[in-house]
């Protein structure tokens, strides 16, 4: 059976945004859903994200898929450093290296480890056979062509979704669309 595990974002949970109406819908695709609450999300630290999500996935294999939110996408490419074995694919909504647009120290503090530490890319190749990044051309945190660029270098296929801010909607269609792409 596939299994998708969803990460929201900074400051997100599992009850927001799109998440409930995407974890709906791939039910009814008969995909199993995991949708943890990421601890701490007001002031998200990536050693911390990327324990707690290797202990929700567990054992991840072909079939086990992620579906990522902002940070949420960071902390999925940083997990899958650490395999060692393939994963089915993922989608990556809104995924940023770099962030623009941010409000006060606090949040250039928070940001600035999961902007700065880098991330190995040709090892995610390696895990990743397949992957999607869903962005906006007017994302709320800039930084489009640099993001756009730097994703470029691994994913499969790349949507981008014209005046759709964060993509924080309450649906969001071509995320369900673009996963029953991915597991074909």
Known sequence: MKTVVIVHGWEGASTKNWMPWAKAALEK??????MPDMP???KPEIGEWVRYLASVVGAPGKDTYFIGHSIGCQTIMRYLETLNAPVGGAIFVAGWFNLENLEGEESIKIADPWINTPIDIAKIKKILPKSILIISDNDDYGAFKENTDKFA????????????????????????????????
């Open 29 to 34: 695709e008969g995909v199993r859903v995991i």
């Open 40 to 42: 701490h999300p007001e």
């Open 153 to 184: 270098q691994f994913v499969s296929h790349t949507v981008v979704l014209p005046n759709a801010g964060h993509i924080t909607q309450t649906q969001q269609p071509a995320i369900l669309s673009q996963f029953m792409n991915l597991v074909q």
